[in-house]
């Protein structure tokens, strides 16, 4: 994510961003305020070395287990973020020319925790991006597939600015050292309890039509609109509960059958009122919806699978 404050806005500062005083409304449905999001489905090439990494680096649990698939999620929780599915001989995930996923993204439940993971991946002599994106910090890594990932911890809501209704978001350097300053003696034991699936962040082939299926069709608000080759939206005030991009290239193409990559995200609604408003909003707007008891599948105009499903408690 990407969107610079002096680039964008022409400023350093903005106007606090209160409730109900950011972000562009789709015109027709709107996801309800307590739309969160759910697992992630993966392609890995190899199950046993995605799960040896995903153990280690993240500190993730495994849930379930079979032969050819796996799930995992924090300790001390039993919802799951990411379920690897395997398939021999996939190929790794390309960072420019293939649609899907940028990187899905896990929030940490506070700084304290982001600061322990940090140390952690120092300990274990693993390299990855960092950034302060003013509403969040982030810390970005690639598992052994090519497949992006972003660890994170939200600053405050009280802290957020705003630029008229556009939420203010940057890409500057993190303070490291305040970071593990705020998580000193705090040692990772492994992803805690609390830790939810944030954001999941794409590669599409055109933003007109990202805000046509995301926005006016699926029923997010728009927050952040302004950098050239990005759309960030989101439901219920978050800064975004997905971002899409045109960085793959215009000559992208979508992610096949044997690629490494996302085979399905999740939203997770209220109740299951919730998931018939979103399915009926996909249909008047032309989008194909099938069932799966009372979940709602559907595909984006780029292939990537989306499940709408009821909230697990």
Same mark, same amino acid.
């Given at each position: 994510?990407?969107?610079?404050? &002096? #680039?964008?806005? +022409?400023?350093?500062?903005?106007?606090? !961003?209160?409730?109900?005083?950011?972000?562009? $409304?789709?015109? %027709?449905?709107?996801?309800?305020?307590?739309?969160?999001?759910?697992?992630?489905?993966?392609?890995?090439?190899?199950?046993?070395?995605?799960?040896?990494?995903?153990?280690?680096?993240?500190?993730?649990?495994?849930?379930?287990?079979?032969?050819?698939?796996?799930?995992?999620?924090?300790?001390?929780?039993?919802?799951?973020?990411?379920?690897?599915?395997?398939?021999?001989?996939?190929?790794?995930?390309?960072?420019?020319?293939?649609?899907?996923?940028?990187?899905?993204?896990?929030?940490?439940?506070?700084?304290?925790?982001?600061?322990?993971?940090?140390?952690?991946?120092?300990?274990?002599?693993?390299?990855?991006?960092?950034?302060?994106?003013?509403?969040?910090?982030?810390?970005?890594? &690639? #598992?052994?597939? +090519?497949?992006?990932?972003?660890?994170? !911890?939200?600053?405050?809501?009280?802290?957020? $600015?705003?630029? %008229?209704?556009?939420?203010?978001?940057?890409?500057?350097?993190?303070?490291?050292?305040?970071?593990?300053?705020?998580?000193?003696?705090?040692?990772?034991?492994?992803?805690?309890?609390?830790?939810?699936?944030?954001?999941?962040?794409?590669?599409?082939?055109?933003?007109?039509?990202?805000?046509?299926?995301?926005?006016?069709?699926?029923?997010?608000?728009?927050?952040?609109?302004?950098?050239?080759?990005?759309?960030?939206?989101?439901?219920?005030?978050?800064?975004?509960?997905?971002?899409?991009?045109?960085?793959?290239?215009?000559?992208?193409?979508?992610?096949?059958?044997?690629?490494?990559?996302?085979?399905?995200?999740?939203?997770?609604?209220?109740?299951?009122?919730?998931?018939?408003?979103?399915?009926?909003?996909?249909?008047?707007?032309?989008?194909?919806?099938?069932?799966?008891?009372?979940?709602?599948?559907?595909?984006?105009?780029?292939?990537?699978?989306?499940?709408?499903?009821?909230?697990?408690?």
């Amino acid at each position: 994510m990407s969107v610079r404050t &002096t #680039d964008i806005f +022409g400023q350093k500062r903005g106007e606090r !961003a209160q409730p109900g005083t950011y972000g562009m $409304q789709p015109q %027709g449905y709107r996801l309800p305020d307590g739309t969160r999001l759910g697992r992630v489905r993966l392609r890995v090439a190899d199950l046993e070395r995605s799960l040896a990494w995903y153990e280690s680096v993240l500190g993730m649990a495994v849930l379930e287990r079979t032969n050819e698939s796996a799930t995992l999620g924090a300790h001390g929780s039993y919802h799951a973020l990411v379920e690897l599915h395997e398939q021999s001989g996939a190929r790794p995930f390309p960072r420019r020319g293939r649609l899907g996923l940028f990187h899905f993204a896990i929030l940490l439940p506070d700084r304290v925790s982001l600061g322990a993971f940090v140390r952690h991946l120092a300990e274990q002599g693993v390299r990855a991006g960092a950034a302060d994106h003013l509403v969040s910090e982030a810390f970005y890594l &690639t #598992d052994p597939d +090519g497949l992006g990932i972003e660890i994170y !911890a939200d600053r405050p809501r009280e802290t957020w $600015q705003r630029v %008229g209704r556009e939420l203010m978001m940057s890409t500057d350097p993190i303070d490291m050292n305040d970071l593990l300053e705020a998580s000193s003696g705090v040692r990772w034991d492994g992803m805690p309890a609390g830790t939810v699936m944030g954001h999941v962040h794409l590669h599409v082939g055109g933003l007109d039509a990202a805000s046509a299926f995301f926005s006016e069709a699926m029923g997010f608000d728009r927050t952040v609109w302004s950098y050239p080759g990005a759309l960030f939206l989101a439901a219920g005030g978050y800064h975004h509960h997905l971002g899409t991009n045109l960085w793959a290239g215009a000559e992208a193409t979508p992610t096949g059958p044997n690629d490494a990559g996302l085979i399905e995200w999740t939203i997770e609604l209220p109740d299951v009122a919730d998931v018939d408003e979103v399915a009926k909003s996909l249909v008047a707007n032309g989008h194909f919806v099938t069932r799966e008891g009372a979940d709602v599948l559907t595909t984006d105009p780029w292939k990537t699978g989306i499940r709408v499903r009821r909230a697990e408690d």
